[in-house]
């Protein structure tokens, strides 16, 4: 079995994103890694070479800065990403560049992507979420935070990053999944308030043409990203990937976050209080088939 890991990368300096602990993460899993550099302001290239390993192979792009509607210029290029793996791997392993795996899952997702290999009924593995906020110590734990998503699928050039890249689909037909008993650590709300704005103002433009609240003129005014406006969060209580050590231990910022304070709807209070009993996600939007 043959797995190629692949990802896309622009600015990662400028913005502090995770990207050398989101790939160093899979790279015992996959036997190759594609990462496609957009055009970077900054030192990013340089960034990911200093990864020490042979499995990268690093690729060129320029972001096109027509595309502003629902961030589709992060499916463009994580589809010419998906281009450049080797055609003999079976699997391709997708991470964006603030997200990372657990190191205690390795062992999980190599298994599942053996056991489906040869099921083609399977087009991809979906794995479960943690959307980490404001610090490493508290998660998102409303609906507002997608709990599941795709990040392993077939080497089959039919397959297309959808909207923002968050998923994955065949033309505009939903693919076909296993779940997989795996967490995505998501990184990308942990920021100092300055770095956060920063990246919001910055990375706007690619949803300037969308009706996007967090895109909105108030969320990016100023010059500090409020962490007080979320509606529910509690404390994480396991560990976090040894890649994430050394970021963790640097952090340089405090935040006062008063998690006991839930800001619901009475509708959203309702369907939060039933999954968390039931552990059911009532109207879900799911961007994949679990067969």
């Given amino acids: 079995m043959k797995i190629s890991g692949f990802t896309i990368i622009r600015n990662a300096v400028t913005y502090d994103y995770?990207?050398?602990e989101a790939i160093t993460s899979i790279l015992p899993m996959v036997d190759e890694m594609i990462v496609l550099v957009g055009d970077s302001e900054d030192d990013t290239e340089e960034l990911i070479r200093s990864i020490p390993t042979e499995k990268i192979k690093i690729h060129h792009s320029v972001w096109d800065p027509h595309l502003k509607k629902n961030g589709e210029v992060l499916?463009?290029?994580?589809d010419k990403a998906f281009q450049l793996i080797s055609p003999d791997s079976d699997?391709?392993?997708y991470i964006q560049a603030d997200e990372v795996i657990h190191e205690q899952y390795h062992d999980a997702i190599c298994k599942a992507a053996e056991k489906y290999k040869a099921d083609l009924r399977v087009d991809g593995l979906l794995f479960n979420y943690l959307h980490f906020y404001g610090t490493y110590d508290y998660v998102g734990d409303s609906r507002k935070w997608y709990h599941k998503e795709v990040r392993i699928i077939r080497n089959d050039k039919t397959i297309h990053a959808y909207r923002d890249a968050q998923g994955f689909r065949r033309g505009s037909e939903k693919i076909n999944v296993k779940p997989v008993d795996a967490f995505v650590y998501h990184y990308g709300w942990v920021k100092n308030p300055r770095q956060m704005k920063e990246k919001l103002k910055?990375?706007?433009?690619?949803?300037e043409d969308s009706d996007d609240k967090d895109t909105s003129e108030k969320r990016l005014a100023g010059?500090?990203?409020n962490f007080n406006e979320f509606d529910s969060l509690r404390p994480f209580e396991g560990t976090h990937p040894r890649v994430m050590e050394n970021r963790i231990s640097e952090k340089n910022w405090h935040i006062d976050l008063d998690i006991s304070k839930k800001n619901f709807s009475p509708k959203e209070k309702l369907l939060y209080w039933y999954e968390k009993k039931t552990g059911k996600r009532l109207f879900d939007f799911r961007n994949y088939?679990?067969?």
């Fill in 18 to 20: 995770p990207v050398v």
């Fill in 75 to 78: 499916a463009v290029e994580t």
């Fill in 91 to 93: 699997w391709a392993f």
């Fill in 202 to 207: 910055k990375v706007h433009v690619y949803w």
């Fill in 223 to 225: 010059d500090l990203f």
């Fill in 289 to 291: 088939k679990i067969i």
